[in-house]
């Protein structure tokens, strides 16, 4: 929810400048909305704060069939990089996918492009098709963002085919996940 609403104001600059959230950590041990835990591990949230509040930061902005790209850029200047897209199902059945130049306006939030996934999601049922998006500079991925028409719990997730095996050897214990 932290990283939506703030994904949100990051791409109304100028209207909104900035956005902080509270509460950074918590001050005895206790199951809270906090980035930093009591003994001072970071939370899910603050690995996820480090991503939307990136100096250049993906979001995307969806609204039914239609999903917005944009780049919110808190360089003093300009960003170029490239984007890389792909509408694909849940089993990794690629739709429709591109690449294309990217390039951002110093201190702005620049929309890069407007998707309109209509036709596919007629074709398609929308449980069971993800937008996916990443910025790059160069060869590096520098952020990566993920797009549902229907919300999570409707999804038509695959069951994995998942093997383990557990090994141990002293005081250490080993799980290969395949």
Not at 54 to 72: C, I, P, Q, R, Y
């Amino acid at each position: 929810a932290i990283r939506i609403g703030v994904e949100h104001w990051r791409r109304n600059f100028p209207r909104c400048s900035g956005a902080l959230y509270w509460q950074y950590n918590d001050c005895w041990p206790v199951a809270s909305w906090a980035s930093v835990d009591y003994n001072g591990a970071w939370k899910a949230l603050h690995y996820a704060a480090r991503r939307f509040y990136a100096t250049v930061a993906l979001s995307l902005l969806d609204e039914g069939s239609k999903v917005g790209v944009f780049v919110a850029n808190d360089k003093t200047q300009p960003w170029t990089g490239t984007l890389h897209w792909t509408l694909e199902t849940l089993d990794g059945e690629k739709i429709d996918t591109g690449i294309m130049e990217a390039k951002a306006e110093p201190l702005r939030s620049t929309c890069l492009k407007q998707f309109d996934f209509d036709s596919q999601l007629k074709a398609h049922s929308k449980t069971n098709l993800i937008f996916t998006a990443a910025l790059y500079e160069g060869e590096r991925r520098i952020a990566w963002q993920i797009a549902t028409f229907a919300p999570e719990k409707e999804l038509l997730l695959p069951i994995p085919d998942l093997e383990w095996t557990l090994t141990g050897e002293g005081d250490t214990l080993t799980i290969t996940l395949t």
